[in-house]
Protein backbone atom coordinates (compact mmCIF):
# COMPACT_ATOMS: atom_id res chain seq x y z
CA UNK A 1 0.00 0.00 0.00
CA UNK A 2 1.04 3.51 -0.73
CA UNK A 3 0.18 6.45 1.24
CA UNK A 4 0.68 10.12 -0.38
CA UNK A 5 0.27 13.02 2.01
CA UNK A 6 -0.40 16.32 0.66
CA UNK A 7 0.07 20.11 2.22
CA UNK A 8 0.70 23.65 1.26
CA UNK A 9 -2.83 24.35 0.34
CA UNK A 10 -4.32 27.61 1.56
CA UNK A 11 -5.79 30.96 0.70
CA UNK A 12 -3.90 33.41 -1.57
CA UNK A 13 -4.45 36.86 -3.16
CA UNK A 14 -4.63 37.25 -6.80
CA UNK A 15 -1.09 37.18 -7.57
CA UNK A 16 0.69 35.44 -5.07
CA UNK A 17 2.17 32.48 -4.42
CA UNK A 18 1.82 28.69 -2.78
CA UNK A 19 3.98 25.90 -3.29
CA UNK A 20 2.23 22.18 -2.42
CA UNK A 21 3.80 19.17 -1.88
CA UNK A 22 3.08 15.52 -1.77
CA UNK A 23 5.05 12.88 -0.37
CA UNK A 24 4.90 8.90 -1.22
CA UNK A 25 5.16 6.49 1.67
CA UNK A 26 4.50 2.67 1.96
CA UNK A 27 6.72 -0.11 0.08
CA UNK A 28 6.84 -0.26 -3.97
CA UNK A 29 9.26 -0.84 -6.57
CA UNK A 30 9.07 2.20 -8.36
CA UNK A 31 7.21 5.43 -8.77
CA UNK A 32 6.39 6.09 -12.50
CA UNK A 33 4.15 9.30 -13.07
CA UNK A 34 3.27 11.69 -10.26
CA UNK A 35 2.24 14.91 -10.13
CA UNK A 36 -0.80 16.89 -9.35
CA UNK A 37 -4.40 17.37 -10.34
CA UNK A 38 -7.48 20.10 -9.63
CA UNK A 39 -10.86 19.56 -10.00
CA UNK A 40 -12.88 23.29 -8.79
CA UNK A 41 -16.33 22.92 -8.30
CA UNK A 42 -18.77 21.62 -10.97
CA UNK A 43 -15.88 20.91 -12.91
CA UNK A 44 -14.07 17.96 -13.93
CA UNK A 45 -10.75 16.84 -12.64
CA UNK A 46 -8.11 17.69 -14.70
CA UNK A 47 -4.09 17.23 -14.63
CA UNK A 48 -1.96 20.31 -13.85
CA UNK A 49 1.51 18.83 -14.03
CA UNK A 50 3.10 15.63 -13.52
CA UNK A 51 6.66 13.80 -14.34
CA UNK A 52 5.63 10.93 -15.97
CA UNK A 53 8.11 7.85 -17.38
CA UNK A 54 12.06 9.54 -18.58
CA UNK A 55 11.21 12.93 -16.54
CA UNK A 56 8.77 13.93 -19.46
CA UNK A 57 6.91 16.65 -17.84
CA UNK A 58 3.19 17.54 -18.58
CA UNK A 59 1.89 20.92 -17.80
CA UNK A 60 -2.15 22.58 -18.25
CA UNK A 61 -1.63 24.76 -20.98
CA UNK A 62 -3.59 27.87 -18.41
CA UNK A 63 -0.31 26.94 -15.91
CA UNK A 64 2.23 27.02 -18.29
CA UNK A 65 4.97 29.83 -17.22
CA UNK A 66 2.80 30.28 -14.08
CA UNK A 67 3.58 26.80 -12.02
CA UNK A 68 6.38 24.62 -12.00
CA UNK A 69 6.74 20.75 -10.60
CA UNK A 70 9.69 19.50 -9.25
CA UNK A 71 10.69 16.46 -6.92
CA UNK A 72 12.91 15.05 -4.91
CA UNK A 73 13.32 11.62 -5.60
CA UNK A 74 15.29 10.51 -2.52
CA UNK A 75 12.12 11.72 -0.75
CA UNK A 76 9.73 10.67 -3.38
CA UNK A 77 8.43 13.81 -3.04
CA UNK A 78 7.01 16.08 -5.64
CA UNK A 79 6.35 19.62 -5.54
CA UNK A 80 3.99 22.52 -7.22
CA UNK A 81 5.29 26.21 -6.85
CA UNK A 82 2.68 27.99 -7.88
CA UNK A 83 3.22 31.82 -8.65
CA UNK A 84 1.39 34.64 -10.41
CA UNK A 85 -2.29 32.80 -9.27
CA UNK A 86 -5.24 33.39 -10.38
CA UNK A 87 -9.01 33.24 -9.41
CA UNK A 88 -9.61 30.57 -11.87
CA UNK A 89 -6.44 28.25 -9.79
CA UNK A 90 -9.08 27.84 -6.86
CA UNK A 91 -9.68 24.41 -6.75
CA UNK A 92 -9.10 21.63 -4.88
CA UNK A 93 -5.36 19.94 -5.73
CA UNK A 94 -5.14 16.46 -5.62
CA UNK A 95 -1.46 14.79 -5.69
CA UNK A 96 -1.82 11.48 -8.22
CA UNK A 97 1.22 8.44 -8.56
CA UNK A 98 1.34 5.93 -11.03
CA UNK A 99 3.40 2.95 -8.48
CA UNK A 100 5.09 -0.19 -9.81
CA UNK A 101 4.21 -2.56 -6.72
CA UNK A 102 6.04 -5.06 -8.45
CA UNK A 103 6.63 -6.81 -11.74
CA UNK A 104 3.73 -6.38 -14.02
CA UNK A 105 1.90 -4.48 -11.37
CA UNK A 106 0.80 -1.25 -11.14
CA UNK A 107 -1.78 0.96 -9.27
CA UNK A 108 -2.58 4.37 -8.93
CA UNK A 109 -2.69 6.18 -5.93
CA UNK A 110 -4.47 9.69 -5.13
CA UNK A 111 -3.79 11.97 -2.24
CA UNK A 112 -6.51 13.00 0.16
CA UNK A 113 -6.64 16.45 -1.48
CA UNK A 114 -5.66 20.70 -0.92
CA UNK A 115 -7.90 23.50 -0.96
CA UNK A 116 -6.44 26.41 -2.79
CA UNK A 117 -8.08 29.55 -2.85
CA UNK A 118 -7.16 32.62 -4.67
CA UNK A 119 -9.12 35.58 -3.93
CA UNK A 120 -9.51 38.39 -6.61
Known amino acids: QVQLVESGGGLVQAGGSLRLSCSAS????????MGWYRQAPGKQRELVAD???????HYLDSVRGRFTISRDNAKNTVYLQMDSMKPEDTAVYYCRAVVTMAIGVQNIYWGQGTQVTVSS
Open 26 to 33: GSFFNINV
Open 51 to 57: FSSGSFV
